[in-house]
């Protein structure tokens, strides 16, 4: 399945702003994304996903504590033997 990996990055003293690791040009800013995850027969879906955004190609990343909330609904629908789930993140 196309899109992008899944990134964790632990923010470090509440940093606002970070360089890009993918294009090395942009720098991050809060913003919401879309994330979409896939094992084996499940694919979810999650709109609204808080992440820092690059503003120059638009990569994403997660904190560690949303990463685990996205993991966590995740696998509840892995569970509960969903084949799509479409969710909308709410801390």
Same mark, same amino acid.
């Given at each position: 399945?196309? +899109? *992008?990996?899944? $990134?964790?990055?632990? !923010?470090?003293?509440? %940093?606002?702003?970070?360089?890009?690791?993918?294009? *090395? $040009? +942009?720098? @991050?800013?809060?913003?919401?994304? =879309?994330?979409?995850? %896939?094992?084996?027969?499940? @694919?979810?879906?999650?709109?609204?996903?808080? !992440?820092?955004?690059?503003?120059?190609? +638009?990569?994403?990343?997660?904190? /560690?504590?949303? =990463? +685990? %909330?996205?993991? %966590?609904? !995740? /696998? /509840? !629908?892995? *569970?509960?033997?969903?084949?799509?789930?479409?969710? *909308?993140?709410?801390?």
């Amino acid at each position: 399945m196309g +899109g *992008r990996p899944l $990134h964790i990055v632990v !923010a470090v003293d509440d %940093q606002v702003a970070m360089k890009c690791v993918l294009c *090395r $040009h +942009g720098e @991050t800013k809060p913003g919401d994304v =879309t994330v979409t995850l %896939q094992r084996c027969e499940t @694919t979810v879906i999650l709109k609204g996903v808080p !992440a820092d955004v690059c503003e120059n190609c +638009g990569e994403y990343y997660l904190s /560690e504590a949303v =990463t +685990g %909330q996205v993991l %966590q609904r !995740a /696998e /509840e !629908a892995v *569970r509960s033997g969903a084949e799509i789930e479409i969710l *909308r993140f709410a801390a």
